[in-house]
């Protein structure tokens, strides 16, 4: 695999892009067959052909039927025993899109996906930076905005920041406007002006390689993508609550947003999160709000608040990181993205 | 009495709040060592017959040597009459506390809002009735908690604890209660720290402990149904009762009891089985999958109490002699002469 993909990225012609999708799971790929034959959802949309190669890694065949097309394609799927799988494939951009992360999402809580917001990839661009000597990385970011006030559905399209002041511009975005993600395209050149990497990344955990050697793309700038991946996974982890000697030890992490949250947008994400978990309200009253959640899929549930500028969510009898970062992707997908953070200890029950 | 269904949801906010306020007491205290020493939750106290008196907070001031505590009341009906004076016994809790004995106690009812005029009005008849000097006397306080904005535009909303009557002896207590607009809750305990417990000693209404019970106890699984025990359902809930509750066999009881009901009354909605073995019930997957469960339930007990009623009938409307005779009525008068 790495012989052929490095041979391909490293010639300039027009092909689609090497995607590598990262995904949360501590089981074995082989797991999936039994994953995707307990999932009624799934076995009614998809077709799925499981085949196991060497060193380690699967494949797989997915089929889909698309507005009475059949869509299909393979993945190869790399697991870790760090807890996390790559999931490559040059397929065209529209298979992964409507085939293989739909797919994917499916395998909730048993796979999970990854998520980020601007703030997390521009930390991870820094690292990047670091790692290439000072190299400038960042070449463009597309982002989703919206007015502070407003409320519905995103501004259509996707405005683009080029490089050149691109971060500061997008600091100067997200005090105006609540922003989304949509991708990021970066470009690694040598000392001597070469092109070393070209390829973009979403933050959904997908990131793509249309220039480069697969080795360096593989050993360098994925190994630092799943770091990332993997510390925000500990920052998710280990956070239910629980009950030491008498004592209740609570890990709250909160979404911390430079505006004062409204009336409307809370509402909004309430209805949102009432479609996805089981939800009940303590208070609706502006700008106050507090209700008790559920994730019924994955069984962790949750506290739930909004206050000032602020919206906390604190771990109750099971959380697991994918039920976590999961709802904090959620959150954010409604109300734009934000710092998260862990909520500081100031006091313990007895 | 019916329910309806924005009542089930009140009662159901209502009860979450005063989980919450019991725990900003608590925060008050550890966050303000100069308002006192936070003794305890259900603190074990003793009269000088060395009868024993649990109030749900107990706090020591003056270097340990005079008591406070507060009784937290989720609701108060029928009842008030008792809830008083049970709040009176407390003020002969002067042994057991850290440093043996207090001078004297002093005690604060804290209500809802919307229960102070239920109670003002019996603590007068109380008056009236006994002449007890002790609801008059200082060392008696009302206090309410109620959830408001502040005066200044686009600040958040605030959970704040005011004084309705009476005063205690603690004046750093007073002074800070006293301050405009009483005292403000901090927004820890609003945001995260209410979620430390789930109960306050009150029984909390059924409809609480049905989604306490399915957001946080049942297991999630892929089958369709599952069979699960009552001691399971209360093993696995037992955390989130306050740890003082943990020992006795009484209350033990007492939570059991709470978690049954809400089981059996999930049973008369048809939304659980009973079990093939006993205490043990059937659970549907489909039960824990309900978007906005409040509604739900709400809407189901709003049902069941509309049932009972019709089973019932109407309750009797009792016909009472006006005190005042309506402008107009003609007088007896004319036939008495």
């Given amino acids: 695999m790495v012989s052929i993909f490095d041979r391909l990225y490293m010639t300039p012609s027009k092909k689609p892009s090497l995607k590598a999708i990262v995904l949360l799971s501590d089981l074995t790929p082989d797991k999936l067959e039994a994953l995707y034959s307990g999932r009624k959802r799934l076995k009614k949309y998809y077709f799925l052909q499981y085949s196991l190669l060497s060193d380690g890694l699967s494949k797989l065949t997915l089929q889909k039927e698309i507005r009475g097309k059949t869509v299909s394609g393979e993945v190869i799927l790399e697991p870790n025993p760090s807890g996390y799988w790559l999931a490559y494939t040059n397929e065209p951009g529209y298979f992964v899109r409507h085939v293989v992360e739909p797919f994917l999402n499916g395998l909730y809580p048993d796979v999970s996906r990854v998520y980020f917001n601007y703030k997390q990839i521009l930390k991870f661009l820094q690292a990047l930076e670091i790692e290439y000597k000072g190299s400038s990385v960042l070449t463009s970011i597309a982002i989703k905005r919206q007015a502070k006030s407003g409320v519905g559905q995103k501004e259509r399209g996707t405005l683009l920041l080029w490089e050149h002041g691109a971060e500061r511009e997008l600091e100067k975005q997200a005090e105006r406007y609540r922003l989304w993600i949509d991708h990021i395209g970066f470009e690694i050149r040598d000392q001597s002006d070469l092109p070393i990497l070209f390829g973009s990344m979403t933050g959904r955990g997908v990131a793509r390689l249309r220039y480069g050697s697969f080795t360096e793309f593989s050993q360098k700038f994925l190994f630092l993508f799943v770091a990332t991946v993997m510390k925000w996974k500990e920052f998710f982890s280990n956070r239910e609550r629980k009950l030491v000697d008498g004592t209740v030890h609570l890990s709250p992490y909160r979404l911390r947003y430079p505006f004062e949250l409204e009336n409307r947008q809370i509402a909004e994400i309430s209805h949102r999160l009432e479609n996805i978990y089981s939800f009940s309200p303590i208070h609706e009253s502006n700008p106050y709000f507090a209700a008790s959640i559920s994730d019924y899929v994955d069984g962790s549930s949750f506290g739930f608040s909004v206050l000032g500028d602020r919206v906390t969510i604190t771990p109750l009898s099971k959380a697991t990181p994918f039920a976590l970062w999961k709802l904090a992707n959620r959150i954010q997908a409604v109300i734009g993205e934000c710092e998260v953070e862990t909520v500081p200890q100031r006091l313990e029950a007895t | ?322 005190s005042r005779m309506a402008e107009g009525m003609p007088t007896l008068e004319p036939f008495l002469k």
């Fill in chain 2, 1 to 322: 009495m019916s329910l309806n269904e924005q009542k089930c949801k009140r009662l159901y906010q209502k009860y979450h709040d005063t989980v919450a306020v019991s725990v900003a007491l608590y925060d008050l205290f550890r966050s303000n060592p100069l308002l006192g020493k936070f003794v305890g939750e259900s603190h074990q106290l003793f009269t000088f017959d060395n009868e024993e008196l649990t109030p749900d907070i107990s706090t020591s001031y003056e270097a340990n040597s005079e008591g406070l505590v507060f009784e937290i009341k989720y609701s108060i009906g029928a009842s008030v009459k008792d809830v008083l004076l049970s709040a009176k016994r407390y003020r002969n809790a002067v042994k057991g506390w850290p440093n043996g004995a207090v001078e004297h106690v002093d005690v604060v009812l804290v209500c809802s809002a919307e229960d102070t005029q239920i109670v003002c009005s019996a603590i007068q008849e109380l008056i009236e009735e006994t002449a007890d000097p002790f609801f008059t006397s200082k060392g008696f306080a009302v206090w309410q908690w109620m959830v408001s904005s502040t005066r200044e535009e686009m600040r958040p909303e605030a959970m704040w604890l005011q004084p309705v009557m009476g005063a205690t002896r603690n004046s750093s207590v007073e002074q800070l209660i006293h301050s405009a607009g009483g005292i403000q809750i901090s927004e820890d305990v609003l945001t995260h720290l209410r979620f430390q417990h789930m109960f306050v000693r009150d029984k909390p209404p059924v409809q609480f402990i049905i989604i306490f019970l399915t957001h946080h106890i049942l297991p999630k699984t892929e089958k369709e149904s599952y069979e699960i025990s009552l001691d399971t359902i209360y093993q696995r809930a037992n955390s989130f009762f306050p740890p003082w509750w943990e020992s006795a066999e009484k209350t033990v009881q007492v939570k059991r009891q709470w978690i049954k009901e809400a089981l059996e009354m999930l049973v008369e909605m048809k939304l659980v089985e009973v079990g093939s073995k006993e205490e043990t019930y059937r659970v549907p997957s489909a039960l824990l999958r309900k978007h906005n469960a409040l509604n739900f339930f709400c809407k189901k007990l709003a049902r069941i109490s509309r049932r009972r009623r019709r089973v019932r009938g109407r309750v009797a409307r009792i016909r009472r002699i006006p």
